[in-house]
Nanobody
């Protein structure tokens, strides 16, 4: 079955950096677009970024553009999210989400919590 396991979250000071990872299994990882979606405390889901199957193209929400970088390693079935210059408003649970390639997303990980605080 499809499994998505995020890691790398934690408590970081404003201005700091983190690298989130998502280990995927149960499907042909290299065939699918992959997303990162976040949910801040008390707020709704916010799409953050998506990467194409080969890993050459990434797209970002305006709120994170220039600070976040998505990448993937198809040999390791892993997608990454590099987060720089963290702000308090980046505090959220970050979810790795598999795209169906045709009809939205279909599988979610359990998420990893990023807390930005001094």
């Amino acid at each position: 079955q499809v499994q998505l396991v995020e890691s790398g979250g934690g408590l970081v000071q404003p201005g700091g950096s983190l690298r989130l990872s998502c280990a995927a299994s149960g499907f042909t990882f290299s065939n699918y677009w992959m997303n990162w979606v976040r949910q801040a405390p008390g707020k709704g889901l916010e799409w953050v970024s998506i990467i194409d199957p080969p890993g050459g193209v990434g797209y970002y929400a305006d709120s994170v553009k220039g600070r976040f970088t998505i990448s993937r390693d198809n040999a390791r079935n892993t997608v990454f999210l590099e987060i720089n210059n963290l702000k308090a408003e980046d505090t959220a649970v970050y979810y790795c989400v598999k795209d169906s390639n045709s009809a939205g997303v279909d599988y979610w990980g359990k998420g990893t919590l990023v807390t930005v605080s001094s």
